[in-house]
Protein backbone atom coordinates (compact mmCIF):
# COMPACT_ATOMS: atom_id res chain seq x y z
CA UNK A 1 0.00 0.00 0.00
CA UNK A 2 1.32 3.59 -0.52
CA UNK A 3 0.73 6.91 1.43
CA UNK A 4 -0.38 9.97 -0.69
CA UNK A 5 -1.23 13.29 0.85
CA UNK A 6 -4.47 15.02 0.13
CA UNK A 7 -4.67 16.82 -3.31
CA UNK A 8 -6.96 18.22 -5.81
CA UNK A 9 -10.15 19.08 -3.01
CA UNK A 10 -11.19 22.40 -1.65
CA UNK A 11 -9.10 23.84 1.18
CA UNK A 12 -12.13 23.82 3.16
CA UNK A 13 -12.50 20.19 3.15
CA UNK A 14 -8.99 19.74 3.71
CA UNK A 15 -9.34 20.16 7.09
CA UNK A 16 -11.85 17.99 8.02
CA UNK A 17 -10.25 14.82 5.69
CA UNK A 18 -6.94 15.72 7.63
CA UNK A 19 -8.12 14.60 10.69
CA UNK A 20 -8.17 10.69 9.26
CA UNK A 21 -4.82 10.99 8.75
CA UNK A 22 -2.62 10.19 5.40
CA UNK A 23 -4.77 8.47 2.58
CA UNK A 24 -3.15 5.03 1.33
CA UNK A 25 -4.32 3.74 -2.07
CA UNK A 26 -3.22 0.11 -3.63
CA UNK A 27 -0.25 -0.30 -5.63
CA UNK A 28 -0.54 0.88 -9.15
CA UNK A 29 -1.11 -2.88 -11.17
CA UNK A 30 0.60 -3.32 -14.43
CA UNK A 31 -1.92 -3.73 -17.10
CA UNK A 32 -1.93 -5.62 -20.43
CA UNK A 33 -1.40 -4.55 -23.48
CA UNK A 34 -4.37 -4.41 -25.97
CA UNK A 35 -1.68 -6.50 -28.63
CA UNK A 36 -0.91 -8.99 -25.70
CA UNK A 37 -2.15 -12.95 -26.56
CA UNK A 38 -4.21 -14.80 -23.98
CA UNK A 39 -2.19 -18.10 -23.61
CA UNK A 40 -4.49 -20.36 -25.31
CA UNK A 41 -4.26 -18.20 -28.59
CA UNK A 42 -0.37 -18.67 -28.34
CA UNK A 43 -0.07 -22.40 -28.21
CA UNK A 44 -3.13 -22.42 -30.68
CA UNK A 45 -0.52 -20.42 -33.07
CA UNK A 46 2.25 -22.28 -32.36
CA UNK A 47 0.51 -25.76 -33.35
CA UNK A 48 -1.17 -24.12 -36.67
CA UNK A 49 2.78 -22.09 -37.37
CA UNK A 50 4.29 -26.07 -37.66
CA UNK A 51 1.33 -27.11 -39.16
CA UNK A 52 0.83 -25.06 -41.88
CA UNK A 53 4.88 -24.54 -42.55
CA UNK A 54 5.37 -28.56 -42.71
CA UNK A 55 2.01 -28.53 -44.90
CA UNK A 56 2.91 -25.64 -47.36
CA UNK A 57 6.77 -25.65 -47.34
CA UNK A 58 8.64 -28.39 -49.22
CA UNK A 59 10.83 -29.89 -46.76
CA UNK A 60 10.35 -33.52 -48.49
CA UNK A 61 13.37 -34.07 -50.34
CA UNK A 62 11.99 -36.02 -53.49
CA UNK A 63 10.27 -32.59 -54.14
CA UNK A 64 13.89 -30.88 -54.51
CA UNK A 65 14.77 -34.26 -56.62
CA UNK A 66 12.13 -33.73 -59.21
CA UNK A 67 12.91 -29.87 -59.20
CA UNK A 68 16.27 -30.49 -60.34
CA UNK A 69 15.09 -33.28 -62.41
CA UNK A 70 13.31 -31.34 -64.99
CA UNK A 71 14.62 -30.03 -67.93
CA UNK A 72 14.76 -26.29 -67.76
CA UNK A 73 15.73 -25.62 -70.91
CA UNK A 74 12.52 -27.46 -72.19
CA UNK A 75 9.82 -26.87 -69.69
CA UNK A 76 6.34 -27.96 -69.97
CA UNK A 77 3.91 -27.23 -68.11
CA UNK A 78 3.58 -30.80 -66.72
CA UNK A 79 6.60 -30.06 -64.67
CA UNK A 80 5.20 -26.69 -63.01
CA UNK A 81 1.81 -28.58 -62.65
CA UNK A 82 3.18 -31.57 -60.20
CA UNK A 83 5.31 -29.05 -58.57
CA UNK A 84 2.34 -26.68 -57.15
CA UNK A 85 0.75 -30.04 -56.25
CA UNK A 86 2.89 -30.86 -53.69
CA UNK A 87 1.78 -32.11 -50.00
CA UNK A 88 3.73 -34.01 -48.06
CA UNK A 89 3.68 -38.05 -47.92
CA UNK A 90 4.46 -40.33 -45.20
CA UNK A 91 2.75 -43.17 -46.60
CA UNK A 92 2.97 -44.93 -50.22
CA UNK A 93 0.04 -45.45 -52.35
CA UNK A 94 -2.98 -43.20 -53.06
CA UNK A 95 -3.27 -39.77 -50.81
CA UNK A 96 -4.75 -40.38 -47.27
CA UNK A 97 -6.10 -37.80 -44.22
CA UNK A 98 -3.31 -40.15 -42.52
CA UNK A 99 -0.84 -37.80 -43.61
CA UNK A 100 -2.47 -35.09 -42.23
CA UNK A 101 -2.42 -36.98 -38.78
CA UNK A 102 1.46 -37.44 -38.70
CA UNK A 103 1.50 -33.67 -39.41
CA UNK A 104 -0.72 -32.81 -36.67
CA UNK A 105 1.16 -35.61 -34.24
CA UNK A 106 4.35 -33.22 -35.00
CA UNK A 107 2.88 -30.03 -34.74
CA UNK A 108 1.69 -31.04 -31.66
CA UNK A 109 4.71 -32.07 -30.20
CA UNK A 110 6.78 -29.02 -31.46
CA UNK A 111 3.96 -26.64 -29.97
CA UNK A 112 4.71 -28.12 -26.58
CA UNK A 113 8.40 -27.96 -26.72
CA UNK A 114 8.18 -24.16 -28.14
CA UNK A 115 5.35 -23.62 -25.30
CA UNK A 116 8.35 -24.59 -22.81
CA UNK A 117 11.39 -22.97 -24.53
CA UNK A 118 9.35 -19.43 -25.13
CA UNK A 119 7.16 -18.80 -22.00
CA UNK A 120 7.81 -14.95 -22.02
CA UNK A 121 6.32 -14.17 -25.18
CA UNK A 122 3.65 -11.64 -25.60
CA UNK A 123 2.46 -12.06 -28.83
CA UNK A 124 3.50 -13.32 -32.36
CA UNK A 125 2.01 -10.69 -34.58
CA UNK A 126 4.79 -10.83 -37.00
CA UNK A 127 5.11 -14.37 -37.28
CA UNK A 128 1.67 -14.27 -37.46
CA UNK A 129 2.07 -11.69 -40.51
CA UNK A 130 4.55 -14.05 -42.16
CA UNK A 131 2.79 -17.60 -41.87
CA UNK A 132 -0.05 -16.00 -43.92
CA UNK A 133 2.03 -14.72 -46.47
CA UNK A 134 3.26 -18.38 -46.78
CA UNK A 135 -0.38 -20.00 -46.81
CA UNK A 136 -1.61 -17.29 -48.99
CA UNK A 137 0.95 -17.75 -51.81
CA UNK A 138 1.06 -21.77 -51.48
CA UNK A 139 -3.24 -21.66 -51.68
CA UNK A 140 -2.73 -19.13 -54.81
CA UNK A 141 0.00 -22.12 -56.91
CA UNK A 142 -2.51 -24.83 -56.16
CA UNK A 143 -5.46 -22.30 -58.05
CA UNK A 144 -3.31 -21.58 -60.45
CA UNK A 145 -1.98 -25.01 -61.37
CA UNK A 146 -5.30 -26.60 -62.02
CA UNK A 147 -6.91 -23.08 -63.13
CA UNK A 148 -5.00 -22.71 -66.41
CA UNK A 149 -5.98 -25.66 -67.31
CA UNK A 150 -9.34 -24.98 -67.00
CA UNK A 151 -9.23 -22.02 -68.83
CA UNK A 152 -7.13 -23.29 -71.60
CA UNK A 153 -9.94 -26.67 -71.49
CA UNK A 154 -7.56 -29.63 -71.24
CA UNK A 155 -8.44 -31.00 -67.33
CA UNK A 156 -11.86 -32.56 -68.65
CA UNK A 157 -11.56 -33.19 -72.99
CA UNK A 158 -13.64 -33.59 -75.30
CA UNK A 159 -15.29 -37.16 -75.10
CA UNK A 160 -13.20 -39.56 -77.24
CA UNK A 161 -15.60 -41.36 -80.02
CA UNK A 162 -15.34 -44.66 -78.07
CA UNK A 163 -16.90 -42.32 -74.86
CA UNK A 164 -19.62 -41.58 -77.01
CA UNK A 165 -20.19 -44.93 -78.18
CA UNK A 166 -20.47 -46.50 -74.28
CA UNK A 167 -23.14 -46.74 -72.79
CA UNK A 168 -24.15 -44.79 -69.70
CA UNK A 169 -24.22 -47.23 -67.07
CA UNK A 170 -20.67 -48.63 -68.29
CA UNK A 171 -18.99 -45.62 -67.17
CA UNK A 172 -17.66 -45.08 -63.31
CA UNK A 173 -19.76 -41.82 -61.52
CA UNK A 174 -16.19 -39.93 -61.69
CA UNK A 175 -15.85 -40.37 -65.18
CA UNK A 176 -19.58 -39.04 -66.49
CA UNK A 177 -18.47 -36.24 -64.54
CA UNK A 178 -15.62 -35.62 -66.14
CA UNK A 179 -17.70 -36.36 -69.24
CA UNK A 180 -19.96 -33.86 -68.58
CA UNK A 181 -17.58 -30.93 -67.74
CA UNK A 182 -15.80 -32.19 -71.02
CA UNK A 183 -18.59 -31.24 -73.66
CA UNK A 184 -19.10 -28.17 -72.20
CA UNK A 185 -15.39 -26.16 -72.86
CA UNK A 186 -16.68 -22.70 -72.71
CA UNK A 187 -18.08 -23.47 -69.26
CA UNK A 188 -14.84 -25.12 -68.48
CA UNK A 189 -12.65 -22.00 -69.05
CA UNK A 190 -15.25 -20.13 -67.24
CA UNK A 191 -14.30 -22.36 -63.97
CA UNK A 192 -10.85 -21.36 -64.43
CA UNK A 193 -11.20 -18.35 -64.95
CA UNK A 194 -12.84 -18.49 -61.23
CA UNK A 195 -10.18 -20.48 -59.91
CA UNK A 196 -7.43 -17.80 -61.28
CA UNK A 197 -9.34 -14.66 -60.26
CA UNK A 198 -9.56 -16.30 -56.88
CA UNK A 199 -5.55 -16.77 -57.40
CA UNK A 200 -4.55 -13.60 -57.71
CA UNK A 201 -6.62 -11.86 -55.31
CA UNK A 202 -4.74 -13.53 -52.50
CA UNK A 203 -1.19 -11.81 -53.93
CA UNK A 204 -2.12 -9.07 -52.29
CA UNK A 205 -2.71 -8.91 -48.17
CA UNK A 206 -6.05 -6.05 -48.50
CA UNK A 207 -7.41 -8.02 -51.46
CA UNK A 208 -6.55 -11.97 -49.88
CA UNK A 209 -9.91 -11.67 -47.31
CA UNK A 210 -12.03 -11.03 -51.00
CA UNK A 211 -10.87 -13.84 -52.30
CA UNK A 212 -11.39 -16.58 -50.00
CA UNK A 213 -15.04 -15.34 -50.20
CA UNK A 214 -14.53 -16.46 -54.05
CA UNK A 215 -12.40 -19.54 -53.47
CA UNK A 216 -14.06 -21.20 -50.59
CA UNK A 217 -17.13 -21.98 -52.16
CA UNK A 218 -15.12 -22.86 -55.07
CA UNK A 219 -13.01 -25.43 -53.81
CA UNK A 220 -15.65 -26.45 -50.83
CA UNK A 221 -17.70 -27.47 -54.42
CA UNK A 222 -14.43 -29.18 -55.92
CA UNK A 223 -14.44 -31.27 -52.54
CA UNK A 224 -17.78 -32.13 -52.52
CA UNK A 225 -18.24 -33.36 -56.02
CA UNK A 226 -15.10 -35.70 -55.30
CA UNK A 227 -16.71 -37.29 -52.56
CA UNK A 228 -20.34 -37.54 -54.62
CA UNK A 229 -18.54 -38.80 -57.82
CA UNK A 230 -15.80 -41.03 -56.23
CA UNK A 231 -12.83 -38.74 -57.02
CA UNK A 232 -9.37 -39.41 -56.54
CA UNK A 233 -8.46 -35.69 -55.21
CA UNK A 234 -11.02 -35.12 -52.17
CA UNK A 235 -7.90 -35.35 -50.06
CA UNK A 236 -6.10 -32.57 -52.52
CA UNK A 237 -9.18 -30.34 -52.41
CA UNK A 238 -9.83 -30.26 -48.85
CA UNK A 239 -6.39 -29.22 -47.99
CA UNK A 240 -7.14 -26.47 -50.42
CA UNK A 241 -10.11 -25.76 -48.64
CA UNK A 242 -8.59 -25.90 -44.96
CA UNK A 243 -5.47 -22.80 -46.22
CA UNK A 244 -8.39 -21.00 -47.45
CA UNK A 245 -10.03 -21.06 -43.63
CA UNK A 246 -7.06 -20.38 -42.45
CA UNK A 247 -6.52 -16.94 -44.42
CA UNK A 248 -10.42 -16.60 -43.95
CA UNK A 249 -10.06 -16.89 -40.12
CA UNK A 250 -7.92 -13.22 -39.90
CA UNK A 251 -11.36 -11.67 -41.02
CA UNK A 252 -13.74 -14.12 -39.95
CA UNK A 253 -14.80 -12.53 -36.54
CA UNK A 254 -14.50 -8.75 -37.73
CA UNK A 255 -16.96 -9.55 -40.83
CA UNK A 256 -19.12 -11.03 -38.82
CA UNK A 257 -19.94 -8.52 -36.40
CA UNK A 258 -19.76 -5.91 -39.18
CA UNK A 259 -22.75 -8.07 -41.61
CA UNK A 260 -24.01 -10.21 -39.33
CA UNK A 261 -24.69 -8.13 -35.92
CA UNK A 262 -24.00 -4.79 -37.36
CA UNK A 263 -21.98 -3.20 -34.90
CA UNK A 264 -19.19 -1.15 -34.87
CA UNK A 265 -15.97 -3.03 -36.07
CA UNK A 266 -12.21 -1.61 -35.89
CA UNK A 267 -10.18 -3.09 -38.91
CA UNK A 268 -6.50 -4.99 -37.89
CA UNK A 269 -3.97 -2.06 -38.95
CA UNK A 270 -1.05 -4.45 -38.02
CA UNK A 271 1.23 -4.45 -41.18
CA UNK A 272 5.02 -5.37 -41.25
CA UNK A 273 6.95 -2.33 -41.90
CA UNK A 274 10.46 -3.03 -43.82
CA UNK A 275 12.76 -0.62 -43.28
CA UNK A 276 16.17 -1.01 -44.80
CA UNK A 277 15.51 -0.53 -48.93
CA UNK A 278 16.79 -3.97 -49.72
CA UNK A 279 13.83 -4.98 -47.82
CA UNK A 280 11.72 -3.81 -50.38
CA UNK A 281 13.26 -4.16 -53.24
CA UNK A 282 13.62 -8.02 -52.55
CA UNK A 283 10.13 -8.02 -51.72
CA UNK A 284 8.77 -6.72 -54.93
CA UNK A 285 11.69 -8.79 -56.80
CA UNK A 286 10.35 -12.01 -55.13
CA UNK A 287 6.54 -11.08 -55.77
CA UNK A 288 7.31 -10.11 -59.23
CA UNK A 289 9.10 -13.44 -59.93
CA UNK A 290 6.08 -15.60 -58.75
CA UNK A 291 3.62 -13.68 -61.35
CA UNK A 292 5.99 -14.31 -63.56
CA UNK A 293 6.72 -17.58 -63.50
CA UNK A 294 2.92 -19.20 -62.36
CA UNK A 295 1.25 -16.97 -64.37
CA UNK A 296 3.29 -15.74 -67.52
CA UNK A 297 5.01 -18.48 -68.15
CA UNK A 298 2.72 -21.48 -66.96
CA UNK A 299 -0.21 -19.60 -68.75
CA UNK A 300 1.95 -19.73 -71.73
CA UNK A 301 3.17 -23.32 -71.31
CA UNK A 302 -0.56 -24.62 -70.90
CA UNK A 303 -1.72 -22.70 -73.65
CA UNK A 304 0.71 -23.88 -75.97
CA UNK A 305 -0.09 -27.74 -74.61
CA UNK A 306 -3.50 -26.69 -75.25
CA UNK A 307 -2.81 -26.02 -78.80
CA UNK A 308 -0.97 -28.82 -79.62
CA UNK A 309 -3.39 -31.35 -78.20
CA UNK A 310 -5.04 -32.36 -75.12
CA UNK A 311 -2.80 -34.14 -72.90
CA UNK A 312 -4.86 -37.18 -71.70
CA UNK A 313 -4.73 -38.29 -74.96
CA UNK A 314 -2.08 -39.74 -77.29
CA UNK A 315 -0.10 -37.73 -79.75
CA UNK A 316 0.63 -40.72 -82.02
CA UNK A 317 -1.50 -40.24 -85.30
CA UNK A 318 -3.86 -43.06 -86.45
CA UNK A 319 -4.44 -44.66 -89.46
CA UNK A 320 -4.72 -41.59 -92.28
CA UNK A 321 -8.67 -41.03 -92.44
CA UNK A 322 -9.91 -44.08 -90.83
CA UNK A 323 -11.22 -42.14 -87.89
CA UNK A 324 -14.96 -42.93 -86.76
CA UNK A 325 -17.17 -46.08 -85.55
CA UNK A 326 -17.47 -49.08 -87.90
CA UNK A 327 -19.92 -52.34 -87.49
CA UNK A 328 -18.87 -54.90 -87.95
CA UNK A 329 -20.83 -56.94 -90.82
CA UNK A 330 -18.85 -60.22 -90.90
CA UNK A 331 -16.72 -61.88 -88.44
CA UNK A 332 -14.73 -65.11 -88.99
CA UNK A 333 -13.22 -67.40 -86.55
CA UNK A 334 -10.61 -70.06 -87.53
CA UNK A 335 -12.93 -69.63 -90.85
CA UNK A 336 -16.27 -70.05 -89.13
CA UNK A 337 -18.55 -67.32 -89.52
CA UNK A 338 -20.10 -65.69 -86.85
CA UNK A 339 -23.39 -64.19 -86.90
CA UNK A 340 -24.04 -60.83 -84.65
CA UNK A 341 -24.46 -61.39 -81.12
CA UNK A 342 -24.88 -59.26 -77.93
CA UNK A 343 -23.63 -62.06 -75.49
CA UNK A 344 -20.99 -63.81 -77.83
CA UNK A 345 -17.50 -63.02 -76.13
CA UNK A 346 -15.59 -63.52 -79.51
CA UNK A 347 -17.26 -62.01 -81.69
CA UNK A 348 -16.99 -58.38 -82.38
CA UNK A 349 -19.93 -55.58 -82.06
CA UNK A 350 -17.97 -52.64 -83.55
CA UNK A 351 -15.10 -51.04 -83.91
CA UNK A 352 -13.95 -47.04 -83.67
CA UNK A 353 -11.06 -45.92 -84.96
CA UNK A 354 -9.71 -42.31 -82.97
CA UNK A 355 -7.65 -39.78 -84.92
CA UNK A 356 -5.11 -40.72 -82.43
CA UNK A 357 -3.16 -44.56 -82.23
CA UNK A 358 -6.03 -45.86 -80.52
CA UNK A 359 -8.52 -48.54 -81.90
CA UNK A 360 -11.73 -49.87 -79.76
CA UNK A 361 -13.23 -52.94 -80.27
CA UNK A 362 -16.95 -53.63 -78.55
CA UNK A 363 -17.60 -56.98 -77.42
CA UNK A 364 -19.00 -59.03 -74.82
CA UNK A 365 -15.70 -60.01 -73.72
CA UNK A 366 -15.13 -59.29 -69.75
CA UNK A 367 -13.21 -55.99 -69.12
CA UNK A 368 -11.10 -55.68 -65.92
CA UNK A 369 -12.29 -51.63 -64.70
CA UNK A 370 -8.96 -49.23 -64.97
CA UNK A 371 -10.32 -46.78 -61.67
CA UNK A 372 -7.55 -44.18 -62.10
CA UNK A 373 -9.73 -41.08 -61.21
CA UNK A 374 -6.73 -38.54 -60.18
CA UNK A 375 -5.19 -35.61 -62.29
CA UNK A 376 -2.19 -37.02 -64.16
CA UNK A 377 -0.37 -35.50 -66.65
CA UNK A 378 1.86 -38.22 -68.43
CA UNK A 379 4.77 -37.20 -71.20
CA UNK A 380 4.32 -40.79 -72.87
CA UNK A 381 1.39 -42.16 -75.20
CA UNK A 382 1.71 -45.45 -73.09
CA UNK A 383 0.62 -44.03 -69.81
CA UNK A 384 -2.24 -41.99 -70.88
CA UNK A 385 -5.27 -44.02 -70.24
CA UNK A 386 -7.55 -41.38 -69.87
CA UNK A 387 -10.39 -42.71 -72.65
CA UNK A 388 -10.29 -46.21 -71.00
CA UNK A 389 -10.47 -45.36 -67.24
CA UNK A 390 -13.69 -45.54 -65.66
CA UNK A 391 -15.30 -47.43 -68.63
CA UNK A 392 -16.05 -50.31 -69.20
CA UNK A 393 -17.76 -52.75 -72.58
CA UNK A 394 -14.66 -51.79 -75.09
CA UNK A 395 -11.06 -53.19 -74.83
CA UNK A 396 -8.78 -50.23 -75.79
CA UNK A 397 -5.70 -50.77 -77.90
CA UNK A 398 -2.49 -48.50 -79.29
CA UNK A 399 -1.62 -50.09 -82.43
CA UNK A 400 1.52 -49.39 -85.11
CA UNK A 401 0.68 -48.92 -88.67
CA UNK A 402 3.28 -50.55 -91.35
CA UNK A 403 2.07 -49.06 -94.38
CA UNK A 404 4.41 -51.30 -96.53
CA UNK A 405 3.13 -54.54 -95.13
CA UNK A 406 0.10 -52.79 -94.54
CA UNK A 407 -0.53 -54.19 -91.36
CA UNK A 408 -1.70 -53.08 -87.99
CA UNK A 409 0.05 -54.55 -84.42
CA UNK A 410 -1.90 -53.94 -81.54
CA UNK A 411 -1.49 -54.03 -77.70
CA UNK A 412 -3.96 -53.95 -75.15
CA UNK A 413 -3.79 -50.78 -73.08
CA UNK A 414 -5.46 -51.94 -70.30
CA UNK A 415 -2.53 -52.64 -67.62
CA UNK A 416 -4.93 -55.66 -66.40
CA UNK A 417 -5.19 -56.70 -69.72
CA UNK A 418 -0.99 -56.29 -70.53
CA UNK A 419 0.30 -58.83 -72.90
CA UNK A 420 -2.39 -59.53 -75.00
CA UNK A 421 -1.74 -58.20 -78.87
CA UNK A 422 -2.96 -58.27 -82.27
CA UNK A 423 -1.01 -58.93 -85.55
CA UNK A 424 -3.23 -57.80 -88.25
CA UNK A 425 -3.65 -57.25 -92.12
CA UNK A 426 -5.59 -54.35 -93.80
CA UNK A 427 -7.54 -53.33 -97.05
CA UNK A 428 -9.30 -50.59 -97.82
CA UNK A 429 -11.25 -51.49 -101.08
CA UNK A 430 -13.62 -48.42 -100.23
CA UNK A 431 -13.28 -45.43 -98.16
CA UNK A 432 -15.67 -46.41 -96.25
CA UNK A 433 -14.86 -50.48 -95.40
CA UNK A 434 -11.97 -51.35 -93.77
CA UNK A 435 -10.92 -55.17 -94.04
CA UNK A 436 -9.07 -57.00 -91.28
CA UNK A 437 -7.05 -60.21 -91.08
CA UNK A 438 -4.34 -62.15 -88.71
CA UNK A 439 -4.38 -63.12 -85.24
CA UNK A 440 -6.32 -62.48 -82.21
CA UNK A 441 -5.42 -62.41 -78.48
CA UNK A 442 -6.13 -65.83 -78.13
CA UNK A 443 -4.16 -66.93 -81.46
CA UNK A 444 -7.30 -67.51 -83.66
CA UNK A 445 -7.14 -66.53 -87.04
CA UNK A 446 -10.24 -63.52 -87.55
CA UNK A 447 -11.63 -62.28 -90.65
CA UNK A 448 -13.47 -58.85 -90.15
CA UNK A 449 -15.29 -56.98 -92.60
CA UNK A 450 -15.90 -53.63 -91.16
CA UNK A 451 -18.38 -50.33 -92.45
CA UNK A 452 -17.91 -47.49 -91.30
CA UNK A 453 -21.79 -45.33 -90.15
CA UNK A 454 -21.96 -42.17 -90.69
CA UNK A 455 -23.07 -41.15 -87.29
CA UNK A 456 -24.13 -37.80 -86.11
CA UNK A 457 -24.06 -37.32 -82.34
CA UNK A 458 -26.62 -35.01 -80.87
CA UNK A 459 -24.01 -33.25 -78.62
CA UNK A 460 -22.21 -32.05 -81.47
CA UNK A 461 -25.45 -31.38 -83.73
CA UNK A 462 -26.61 -29.18 -80.27
CA UNK A 463 -23.70 -26.93 -79.71
CA UNK A 464 -23.83 -25.99 -84.50
CA UNK A 465 -27.48 -25.30 -83.81
CA UNK A 466 -26.02 -22.99 -80.82
CA UNK A 467 -24.63 -20.99 -83.53
CA UNK A 468 -27.23 -21.50 -86.35
CA UNK A 469 -30.53 -21.74 -84.77
CA UNK A 470 -31.89 -25.47 -85.86
CA UNK A 471 -31.30 -28.74 -85.10
CA UNK A 472 -31.41 -31.52 -87.38
CA UNK A 473 -30.45 -35.18 -86.99
Not at 153 to 179: C, E, M, R, V
Amino acid sequence: MTKTAITGVPSEWKAELSEFGPITVPDAQPTASPSDWRGSEKLLFRFFFIYFIIQAVPLDWTYYRDLFAIDWTNLQYRGIFYLARYQPEFFDGPDTFANWAIVALIAGVGAVIWTYRDQGANHYNQLYYWLRVVVRYRLAVGLLAYGFIKLFPLQAPYPSISNLNTHYGDFTAWKLFSLSLGIVPSYESFLGLVEILGALLLLNRKTAGIGTLIILPFTGNVFVSNLAYEGGEYVYSFYLVVLALFIFAYDAVRLFRLVSLEQPTAPNRFRLVLTKPWQRTARLALKTAFVLFFVGLYGYKTYGGYRQGRYHFPQQPGLAGASGIYNVSEFRVNNNVLPYSRTDSTRWQDVVFEKWATISIKSNRPVRLDRSNTEEMYASDADRTYELAGSQGRHYYSYDVDPARQTLRLRNRNKAHAGETLTLRYSRPTPSQLILSGINEAHDSIHVVLDKVNKKYLVEEAAKAGRRGTLTL
